[in-house]
């Protein structure tokens, strides 16, 4: 059988024939087969960088790759005859062909970058001295930024924070809370029901009116003393206007344990006002009437009108703006519990984030919380 590789190697000893690559650029010789030393592997480096500048487009640079970093290419030559040297040559001579390797690698990963750009640049798509474009970043809602600030506020002073259901039952949402069945307070909580019927014929769920029906469940759950915050959405079958949303947070607050007072009540929420509004802004307290807090009150902050400016902080021509039920835990949801409430009392408050936000930073309708108009919601 014809041996082609000895023919052809064969006919150009008799033409004295020494075969090239040609580059674009540059002809560069074939592996040397002498014994590499350091001199000459430096020499090789220098060759090939010089060749690799003088490359002008992609084909260029694959071709100078095949030439010098293939797998017949002549560093690759180099670090296969390393075995063959010396022993104590071929740590320094191996050393400086890896060397040699990785920096050959290098330039012409960037050279092919180079050539890129310069592609792209001459084709006038793209401009790389342009700055990049802005990236938007999101933001916190401001309901959630006011939640955690009053969460904060509370934890602050030792309450813990937990969370309930938002589809609740009516046991927790009314019964639990001294209001039965036909009580006229249920008045006060226009109820959206989930149109499910049990098979007692009752409709037992709704998504809950207020945040109170966690006061029973965390009660339920653990002996006294009790101290937590619950912060949670609420939904209301009602009209909306610039206080009033149909859907809108609360956060409940609940603190059981021997001697609490209705002083305490007071400290905490003076306490919870100066955190968040600065010890300034004025605090109404009034009677109110809620059926599970013996005695109960509301809670306002004031709205008058700015002295420096001429506006009031909620553009409403109202003096006082209400933010919270609260009051003294009822002895009948004590007992529900199966708290002893001749040992045990507590207070339970209930507020508003929102209407806090928009006392806070003097936004005159909640109506604006929940548009998802960003050039409202980007200013928080
Ligand atoms: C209650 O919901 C009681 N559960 C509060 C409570 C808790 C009293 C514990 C006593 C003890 P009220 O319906 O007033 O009460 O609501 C409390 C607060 O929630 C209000 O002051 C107001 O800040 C906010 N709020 C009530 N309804 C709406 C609404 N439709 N839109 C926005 N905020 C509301």
């Keep these: 059988m014809t041996n082609f590789r000895a023919l052809t190697r064969r006919r150009a000893a008799a033409y004295n024939f020494v075969p090239t690559i040609v580059l674009q650029n540059a002809i560069v010789s074939q592996p040397s087969v002498e014994s590499p030393s350091a001199a000459s592997i430096a020499t090789l480096t220098n060759q090939a960088l010089k060749e690799l500048d003088a490359v002008s487009d992609p084909d260029g640079a694959e071709q100078w790759r095949v030439s010098y970093l293939g797998r017949r290419g002549q560093i690759t030559g180099v670090l296969r005859s ?7 040559q071929r740590r320094e001579v191996g050393a400086q062909a890896n060397q040699a390797k990785n920096a050959l690698e290098e330039a012409l990963a960037r050279r092919i970058r180079e050539l890129a750009e310069a592609e792209l640049a001459a084709a006038g798509a ?61 008045d006060m909580w226009n109820s959206l029901w ?54 809108f947070y609360q956060i409940e607050g609940l603190a059981v344990a021997e001697g609490i007072t209705f002083a305490n009540l007071k400290g905490t929420l003076y306490e919870f006002a ?12 009034r009677c109110d009437y809620f059926p599970f807090v013996e005695p109960g009150v509301d809670m306002s902050i004031s709205n008058f009108v700015d002295p420096a400016t001429g506006k009031r902080p909620i553009n ?3 003096d006082w703006i209400e933010i919270m039920g609260a009051g003294m835990v009822h002895p009948r949801v004590l007992e529900g519990v199966g708290y002893d409430p001749q040992r045990y009392t507590g207070f339970a408050f209930g507020m508003g984030p929102e209407r806090i936000g928009m006392l806070k930073y003097g936004i005159d309708d909640i109506r604006h919380f929940y548009r998802n108009d960003v050039r409202f919601l980007r200013q928080f």
Aim: charged content about 25%.
């Design 194 to 247: 989930v149109d499910y019927v049990n098979e007692e014929g009752q409709q037992p769920m709704l998504l809950r009116t207020h945040t109170s029906p966690m006061q029973a469940r965390v009660m339920e759950a653990q002996d006294p003393p009790v101290r937590v915050i619950v912060p949670g959405k609420c939904y209301r079958y009602e009209a909306t206007d610039a206080t009033h949303e149909w859907h």
């Design 316 to 318: 409403r021509d109202e």
């Design 82 to 88: 390393i075995p063959q040297l010396d022993p104590d």
């Design 274 to 285: 100066r955190r968040v509004f600065g010890p300034d802004r004025q605090i109404r307290f």
């Design 126 to 186: 793209l401009d790389v001295t342009l700055p990049g474009r802005p990236v938007i970043t999101g933001r916190l809602h401001p309901t959630t930024q006011i939640v955690r600030e009053i969460c904060g506020a509370f934890i602050a002073m030792g309450f813990s924070v937990v969370e309930g259901p938002e589809v609740e039952l009516d046991h927790y949402n009314f019964e639990m809370l001294n209001i039965p069945a036909g009580h006229p307070a249920r």
